[in-house]
């Protein structure tokens, strides 16, 4: 049932039928939470769990809703940390805290809470930085690394951290410069580069 209702809010949420699909995710929570809390042994319930979390919360940020969808994003946040402790060797949990830390970010950032969302994005990009030594050959990657680089660039320099800003914007083009010397005709890393290009003029600017 629980899935069921994902699947209605995923279709929903793609037609633009917002509070349709935060009613289909709400009902899909409830299910996952009596679940995750009958069987909390299952590691595979608590992911859910945490998934129907951020699939609230996505809802509730496209809505404007930013303190109940930071709430929502904490919540999945907390279980993703559970997951990723118990099993540090788990690509994919280690993964699904990084992309929670990212959420709560965004978040975070839309409340103009940019201190907090530095700290955020800090925590995502540590776990990035390691799982794109772990597969450096994956280019998916090493691409969510570089752009996380250049979000915490983007808080620095508004936070006038003009040096930290510049560095964050060095490492991130230099992953996606290499990309883009393995894979020339891949025009994502073109736009890509235009874009970090884009924020070093714009840091470099009085």
């Known amino acids: 049932m629980a899935l069921a209702n994902g699947y209605v809010g995923n279709a929903e949420q793609r037609q633009g039928n917002l509070p349709a699909a935060l009613l289909s995710y709400q009902a ?8 995750a809390t009958a069987d909390s042994a299952s590691t595979q319930w608590q992911r859910d769990l945490a998934v129907s979390y951020n699939h609230v919360g996505s809802i509730q940020t496209a809505q404007g809703d930013q303190t109940a969808a930071l709430a929502s994003y904490q919540a999945g946040l907390v279980i ?4 990723a402790k118990s099993d540090s060797s788990n690509a994919g949990w280690q993964r699904d805290l990084a992309i929670s830390y990212g959420f ?4 975070q950032e839309k409340e103009r809470d940019l201190p907090d969302a530095v700290t955020s994005y800090q925590a995502s990009l540590a776990i990035k930085v390691q799982l794109a030594k772990a597969d450096s050959t994956n280019a998916q990657a090493q691409r969510d690394l570089a752009l996380t680089y250049g979000k915490l660039a983007e808080l620095y320099r508004r936070l006038g951290q003009a ?6 914007l060095a490492s991130g083009r230099a992953i996606i410069a290499s990309l883009a010397g393995q894979d020339p005709s891949q025009a994502l890393y073109q736009q890509d580069l235009a874009r970090f290009d884009k924020q070093i003029a714009a840091l470099k600017q009085p």
């Open 104 to 107: 709560v970010a965004d978040v």
């Open 28 to 35: 899909a929570l409830t299910i996952m939470q009596a679940v």
């Open 163 to 168: 040096s930290e800003a510049g560095d964050a």
């Open 80 to 83: 993703a940390q559970h997951l």
